[in-house]
């Protein structure tokens, strides 16, 4: 089928088809430019537009290779683009009358509505796999909701922590990218059919009808944007590029955490490689290829914004370079997505390290100055600068947390304040006890354990709703 013969004598040259074709990576358009055709004609039948034989034959021929599958089509690159192999299989098939096919139908209209078609179940698809990471992350929260962890700001010991709450922190992240899926995805699910090549046609076209037999929640109000907007590819690259900064994020933690130093958690033997020639090593080169893949659909999303800024209306062929890189972010991501499922799902927590590190370094001291706070009435800055001399003196004297006690306290807040605070040992010690000083921490979104078993709950109602 060769489109330019009505106009131009003589063939590309065959750099030029190569060039402009765009065959290749218009593969995954395969299904949805079937259901396309088949409802445009579906459409065209029932406004009495195109003869009905016509329209039967034309829709048993798109049954038949829907049966037959992509490899009954002609990918040849002279054809520029999936929509010629179609229409030359179908021309093929039932000879000329496929030409109706075509009627109030232009590829501008057709490549954005399959492109938006193929890209619904990319986001349906990915939004599940989110929420099944989610479900497991909830499980491992569940299994550790005491388990004592080390929590960081500035990549310095901070705070006592509990490996559930860091968990369920991954937990509200990931929600958040399926969130943002689920909105772009009514951005996606629009139809542009019967924008035709641009102003629409003068044929009395249903593209409610169309609309609703592709599954498309609203028909787009004008045509010009119709086949001109990318923006919803724009858009969703952006939420695979905010998902892949999520999963880079949580990569990277595995990265730092399995490092000798810190000796948190092991990854599985199943996610590690070795070393050709340490022969001691066990590398994390899965949470390091996750980190560094995540930059990609960084990359496809400034390539898409570029590409898209400064064309004017209506459609350019421009837009055609979109999709390669819509499909290489998507792709990219997904990957990234599944392979941190499995290698957190099997991460080993070492609990002893954790808690050694939970209590050690001072990381109690803020409940310290609180607990000053709480029972003696005093303001939190003087707590504050107590606690600092206190933590600054012991590790001066060569002390660890578990050797400071009421006498301690006493004498460095008499230095600091003139006064002793008289807290006695008690309270002393359960103030810089990491697992009382988690449990305290019971405010809405805090690590205690019944705080982050609210906030399971929450998680889990927004699973299955
Ligand atoms: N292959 C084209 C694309 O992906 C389809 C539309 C081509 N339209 C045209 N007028 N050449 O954008």
Redesign the pocket.
């Known amino acids: 089928m060769d489109l330019r013969a009505g106009r131009f004598d003589g063939q590309m040259t065959d750099d030029a088809a190569k060039f402009s074709s765009?065959i290749e990576f218009?593969r995954r358009l395969f299904d949805a430019d079937i259901k396309c055709n088949r409802a445009h004609t579906t459409m065209l039948m029932e406004e009495g537009i195109i003869p009905e034989e016509s329209a039967k034959k034309i829709l048993d021929a798109l049954d038949k290779l829907e049966t037959e599958g992509i490899d009954a089509l002609d990918m040849n690159p002279s054809f520029?683009?999936i929509?010629m192999a179609l229409e030359d299989y179908i021309t093929k098939l039932i000879g000329q009358e496929a030409g109706f096919m075509h009627t109030a139908k232009?590829?501008?209209d057709?490549?954005c509505t399959d492109v938006r078609i193929a890209l619904k179940e990319e986001i349906e698809n990915t939004i599940g796999a989110i929420k099944d990471f989610i479900r497991t992350i909830v499980d491992m929260a569940k299994d550790n909701l005491d388990t004592l962890f080390i929590a960081y700001t500035h990549l310095q010991h901070a705070q006592p922590n509990t490996f559930a709450h860091h968990l369920m922190a991954y937990a509200n992240e990931l929600r958040r990218d399926c969130e943002r899926f689920e909105d772009t995805y009514k951005r996606v699910d629009m139809s542009p059919l019967g924008s035709a090549?641009l102003t629409t046609t003068g044929f009395p076209i249903n593209r409610n009808r169309t609309a609703e037999l592709l599954g498309f929640t609203k028909v787009m109000d004008n045509s010009i944007d119709g086949v001109s907007s990318r923006d919803f590819a724009a858009e969703a690259i952006f939420d695979y590029a905010m998902l892949s900064t999520t999963l880079g994020k949580m990569a990277d933690e595995v990265v730092i955490w399995s490092s000798y130093e810190f000796r948190m958690v092991e990854c599985s033997n199943q996610y590690s490689s070795t070393s050709s020639i340490m022969p001691q090593k066990k590398n994390p080169d899965i949470a390091e290829l996750a980190r560094g893949k995540s930059t990609i659909a960084y990359g496809e999303l400034m390539t898409v914004l570029s590409m898209i800024k400064g064309i004017p209306h209506s459609?350019n062929?421009d837009?055609?370079e979109v999709?390669p890189h819509l499909w290489n972010a998507i792709d990219n991501t997904n990957e990234i997505l599944k392979i941190m499922h499995g290698m957190i799902s099997t991460l080993t927590i070492n609990k002893d390290r954790t808690e050694y590190l939970a209590g050690a370094n001072f990381a109690t001291a803020t409940e310290l100055a609180d607990v000053m706070v709480r029972h003696k009435n005093i303001p939190f800055r003087t707590a504050h600068k107590i606690v600092g001399r206190i933590v600054s003196e012991a590790i001066d004297e060569g002390i660890g947390t578990n050797d400071i006690d009421d006498d301690y306290v006493n004498r460095i807040s008499e230095m600091v304040t003139g006064s002793p605070i008289n807290l006695g040992d008690e309270l002393v010690s359960q103030a810089l006890n990491p697992l009382k000083n988690v449990k305290s921490r019971t405010v809405k979104g805090g690590c205690a354990p019944s705080a982050v078993e609210e906030s399971i709950e929450i998680m889990e109602d927004y699973l299955s709703e």
Do not use: G, K, T, W
Request: charged share 30%; proline share 0%; hydrophobic share 20%.
């Open positions: 765009s218009d520029e683009d929509h232009s590829r501008n057709q490549v090549a459609y062929r837009l055609q999709s």
